[in-house]
């Protein structure tokens, strides 16, 4: 996988999976994409995040995240391209 890539997890039918899948796609960064089924035991996932939960993102600089707000924060931080500048 190219070292600049990110990597999503993340559960097809989420809402909150969406916002961040919009979110990569409209800022043009190289993603991959794994989908889950949250009802089936996912013991590599939890590797990566042990709490569990979709969507987690593996960024190249700031290791594994989660939360799609946490998520959003994290690359408005990166982008500046997240929030309306006057919000
Ligand atoms: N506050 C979290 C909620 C994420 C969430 O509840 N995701 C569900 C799938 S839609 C999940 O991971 N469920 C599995 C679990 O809670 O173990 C966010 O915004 O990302």
Redesign the pocket.
């Known amino acids: 996988m190219n070292s600049n890539a990110y990597q999503l997890y993340a559960?097809p039918?989420?809402?909150?999976?969406r916002?961040?899948r919009l979110a990569l796609r409209r800022l043009e960064l190289p993603l991959t994409e794994t989908f889950l089924d949250?009802?089936v035991d996912n013991p590599e996932f939890w590797k990566q995040n042990p709490?569990?939960?979709?969507?987690?993102l593996i960024t190249p600089d700031a290791g594994t995240l989660?939360?799609?707000?946490?998520?959003l924060e994290y690359l408005h931080e990166k982008t500046g391209k997240i929030w309306p500048k006057t919000f």
């Open positions: 559960s039918r989420s809402p909150f999976a916002r961040i949250v009802f709490i569990g939960t979709l969507p987690t989660s939360d799609s707000s946490h998520l």
